[in-house]
């Protein structure tokens, strides 16, 4: 028995038949995987790979249910090894769902049936179907190579606005697909039947299959553009701290070129015996602009942009910023994933302390054991939503770029907790930095 068994793997179609569906969800796995983050442990990523091996190894006819019935455990075990957002994984899902489906249903309803027809292979039992899993390989390993290039460094972070628009696009190859199974499920109770299931199968399934390669394309350029937008945005931070720090650097040379004289007329007034009048002027030299200690509040480059840019804000609306931060140089954070952090955070407590009798805003970052760790407290007027909702007629809700932040506060393994009770309003951000990827763009 075990003879048979190794002579029969010992057959190069037995062999290749056994290992294409490995194969090919293995190149379905590596596309995936540039789309959607997959859980750290290597047990995800091997439970995903059998779930695009067998899922895209499945014999698939137009009209066939086995369609539907992949569907519910397909997406539950997507969902299940990976991580992110809920509405992307979701929309990425769907987008491979049907870019399997419509693969294998053109290959098992039109290819096979036109290769046993001209005799091109007449093997028995579970070999008659190697061409079409040779194919299946071939065109898997093909959008691999083709793709590879162009895939992203990292999965798509999309804000949640956009992931829903990307889903709303991605059910419209989905739905089609699934309306040619449920239009066309009798179709071998006539031969007129199954000639229209026929030519709807071939209209509708490559359409949906190059529907769905352009909606990865679609992804790809939605997230480089809005990689170049907060890259613009925190370019214009950073200028705008650069020149404040030319400006007090001016400041600064100008008081220095004008000490000398300062100095002497301090002098005269103390010898004429006008103390009054040189105390006034000692002020007025003490509290020159250039002998501010220039914003610089920590070490990190990108923090302090953001922290001193938002401090000047809250200078021009009258709200008193208490910064402590304790950040190193560099961290593990994404520069715009930093950015959004805090600006998100001190827009909301900025927006909520102007319309609040206590107009202080209180921040405090630093690193500590492996952890980075924000919190951000300020006063409310009113009663906030239950949701932390916001909109233009009321900014003092907390709710602009919350989910974001969650977002990203998942994305790195963290948590962000919001809540507010007593007139004040508190946000805890907490991401742990040991032993997490470097997502720095």
């Given at each position: 028995m075990?003879g048979?068994?190794?002579?029969?793997?010992?057959?190069?179609?037995n062999?290749?038949?056994?290992?294409?569906?490995?194969?090919?969800?293995?190149?379905a796995?590596?596309?995936?995987?540039?789309?959607?983050?997959?859980k750290p442990?290597?047990?995800?990523?091997?439970?995903?790979?059998l779930?695009?091996?067998?899922?895209?190894?499945?014999?698939?006819?137009?009209?066939?249910?086995?369609?539907?019935?992949?569907?519910?455990?397909f997406?539950a075990?997507?969902?299940?090894?990976?991580?992110?957002?809920r509405?992307?994984?979701?929309?990425?899902?769907?987008?491979?769902?049907?870019?399997?489906m419509?693969?294998?249903?053109?290959?098992?309803?039109?290819?096979?049936?036109?290769?046993v027809?001209?005799?091109?292979?007449?093997?028995?039992?579970?070999?008659?179907d190697?061409?079409?899993r040779?194919?299946?390989?071939?065109?898997?390993?093909?959008?691999?190579?083709?793709?590879?290039?162009?895939?992203?460094?990292?999965?798509?972070?999309?804000?949640?606005?956009?992931?829903?628009?990307?889903?709303l696009?991605?059910?419209m190859?989905?739905?089609?697909?699934?309306?040619?199974?449920?239009?066309?499920?009798?179709?071998?109770?006539?031969?007129?039947?199954?000639?229209?299931?026929?030519?709807?199968?071939?209209?509708?399934?490559?359409?949906?299959?190059?529907?769905s390669l352009a909606?990865?394309?679609?992804?790809?350029?939605?997230?480089d553009?809005?990689?170049?937008e907060?890259?613009q945005?925190?370019?214009?931070?950073?200028?705008s701290?650069?020149?404040?720090?030319q400006?007090?650097?001016?400041?600064?040379r100008s008081?220095?070129?004008?000490?000398?004289?300062?100095?002497?007329?301090?002098?005269?007034?103390?010898?004429?015996?006008e103390?009054g009048?040189?105390?006034?002027?000692?002020?007025?030299?003490a509290?020159?602009?250039?002998?501010?200690?220039?914003?610089?509040?920590?070490?990190n480059?990108?923090?302090?942009?953001?922290?001193?840019?938002?401090l000047?804000?809250?200078e021009?609306?009258?709200v008193?910023?208490?910064?402590?931060?304790?950040?190193?140089?560099?961290?593990?954070?994404?520069?715009?994933?930093?950015?959004?952090?805090?600006?998100?955070?001190?827009?909301?407590?900025?927006?909520?302390?102007?319309?609040?009798?206590?107009?202080?805003?209180?921040?405090?970052?630093?690193?500590?054991?492996?952890?980075?760790?924000?919190?951000?407290?300020?006063?409310v007027?009113?009663?906030?939503n239950?949701?932390?909702?916001?909109?233009?007629?009321?900014?003092?809700?907390?709710?602009f770029?919350?989910?974001?932040?969650?977002?990203?506060?998942?994305?790195?393994?963290?948590?962000?907790?919001?809540?507010?009770?007593?007139?004040?309003?508190?946000?805890?951000?907490?991401?742990p930095?040991?032993?997490?990827?470097?997502?720095r763009?």
């Amino acid at each position: 028995m075990l003879g048979r068994i190794l002579l029969w793997y010992l057959t190069p179609y037995n062999w290749l038949w056994s290992l294409s569906p490995f194969l090919g969800g293995f190149f379905a796995y590596r596309l995936c995987a540039a789309f959607l983050p997959v859980k750290p442990k290597w047990w995800w990523k091997l439970l995903l790979w059998l779930t695009f091996g067998c899922s895209s190894s499945m014999v698939i006819w137009v009209g066939d249910d086995n369609l539907l019935f992949t569907l519910p455990p397909f997406y539950a075990l997507v969902l299940l090894c990976t991580q992110g957002n809920r509405v992307g994984r979701l929309t990425v899902c769907s987008i491979f769902f049907c870019m399997i489906m419509s693969i294998s249903a053109l290959l098992d309803t039109y290819v096979e049936p036109i290769a046993v027809a001209q005799g091109l292979f007449q093997f028995h039992s579970c070999q008659d179907d190697v061409l079409v899993r040779v194919l299946r390989l071939l065109l898997w390993g093909l959008l691999w190579l083709l793709l590879r290039r162009r895939l992203p460094q990292e999965p798509p972070k999309l804000t949640p606005r956009l992931w829903r628009m990307a889903a709303l696009l991605a059910a419209m190859p989905l739905s089609a697909m699934t309306a040619v199974v449920l239009l066309t499920y009798q179709k071998y109770d006539s031969l007129l039947l199954h000639g229209v299931t026929m030519n709807l199968g071939l209209a509708v399934l490559p359409f949906v299959l190059l529907t769905s390669l352009a909606l990865l394309f679609l992804l790809m350029t939605l997230d480089d553009a809005q990689r170049l937008e907060q890259e613009q945005h925190l370019a214009s931070l950073r200028e705008s701290y650069y020149q404040a720090l030319q400006r007090e650097q001016t400041q600064l040379r100008s008081l220095r070129h004008d000490l000398r004289n300062h100095f002497t007329a301090i002098q005269g007034l103390m010898e004429t015996g006008e103390w009054g009048r040189a105390a006034d002027y000692l002020q007025k030299v003490a509290g020159s602009p250039a002998l501010d200690s220039g914003l610089r509040l920590c070490e990190n480059e990108t923090a302090n942009v953001v922290l001193a840019a938002k401090l000047r804000a809250m200078e021009r609306v009258g709200v008193q910023g208490s910064f402590a931060v304790t950040l190193p140089a560099t961290l593990p954070i994404g520069d715009p994933d930093l950015c959004a952090l805090l600006g998100n955070a001190l827009d909301n407590a900025m927006e909520a302390a102007e319309q609040a009798q206590d107009k202080n805003v209180i921040l405090r970052c630093r690193v500590e054991k492996g952890l980075f760790m924000l919190r951000v407290e300020n006063a409310v007027e009113g009663t906030l939503n239950p949701d932390f909702s916001t909109t233009k007629a009321d900014k003092s809700a907390h709710g602009f770029g919350l989910a974001g932040m969650r977002e990203i506060a998942r994305r790195y393994g963290g948590s962000l907790e919001a809540r507010s009770e007593n007139g004040r309003f508190e946000l805890v951000a907490c991401l742990p930095l040991e032993g997490t990827v470097d997502r720095r763009v």
